[in-house]
């Protein structure tokens, strides 16, 4: 028989949704900020230059409204530890959606979009089921994953524009913690702790299990370096060279492992 899914990690609703909103007004400040030029420039992001990047960013909160303006699904199809798994299958479509959605109007676009999200969230139910491209999850677990595409996508505007963008405590800790539970998921095992301080902490990778004390594989690092290599930003040699990751143990080198997220 397979193994035994764990159960999934709760999450506030209501510091969620709240985190979603901090999170997409940081973004929405920075970006109506820039210099007009500024929004040609590239991103690390293959072909993305920063106005794509801005785009994406809007649609990432969109879904939410698009989801809860249509109707809802019959039945649950998607689970939220399966989700950044999940992202993979869909990397070159929504690379040429954003490419050729090339929004003009940006200040538009995020004040209608946020102005919506506001709107539809404030009385929608956690449970009520939402349309995304993996299938459908309940809105509770999408405004999740939605914390994890707007940390994320911050941090590459940050990198591409050198403008430092604030992350919400709310949704830096969730995003943490998803991409987390997606290596928990990814490499399952009691063999490695995972620390990254002060949000999430997993097992992970066969071996043997320590029952008490310290573990004899530990990995640990910050919430934006664990983002970083969860999601293919860095990669694990980069990042133990340059000293944002620490590793003791045989077992404790993830390169296997990552990214986590496509």
């Keep these: 028989m397979p193994p035994a899914r764990k159960r999934a990690r709760s999450y506030d609703p209501v510091k969620i949704r709240t985190a979603v909103s901090a999170q997409f007004g940081h973004v929405r400040d920075a970006v109506l900020a820039l210099p007009p030029e500024a929004l040609d420039a590239p991103t690390r992001l293959g072909a993305w230059t920063v106005r794509d990047l801005a ?28 989700w950044p798994a999940a992202t993979a299958t869909a990397a070159a479509r929504i690379d040429e959606d954003t490419r050729a959605a090339g929004p003009a109007d940006l200040p538009a676009l995020y004040a209608h979009t946020a102005g919506r999200y506001e709107e539809l969230v404030a009385g929608a139910d956690g449970d009520r089921l939402v349309p995304t491209r993996f299938g459908a999850m309940t809105l509770a677990d999408f405004l999740v994953t939605r914390t994890v595409e707007l940390v994320v996508h911050t941090d590459d505007l940050a990198a591409a524009t050198g403008t430092a963008v604030p992350h919400d405590r709310q949704a830096l800790a969730a995003a943490t913690r998803l991409l987390a539970d997606a290596l928990a998921a990814r490499a399952p095992g009691g063999a490695v702790e995972v620390r990254v301080p002060p949000y999430a902490v997993v097992q992970c990778v066969e071996g043997p299990r320590h029952t008490r004390g310290t573990p004899p594989n530990v990995v640990e690092t910050d919430p934006l370096t664990w983002i970083r290599l ?33």
């Design 230 to 262: 969860a999601t293919g930003r860095t990669t694990w040699a980069e990042a133990h060279d340059a000293a944002r990751v620490a590793a003791s143990g045989e077992r404790a080198d993830l390169t296997a492992f990552l990214p986590v997220m496509g």
């Design 55 to 82: 785009g994406h960013l809007a649609a990432a909160l969109g879904a939410v409204v698009r989801g809860l303006e249509g109707p809802e699904p019959a039945r649950r199809e998607l689970l939220l530890p399966d």
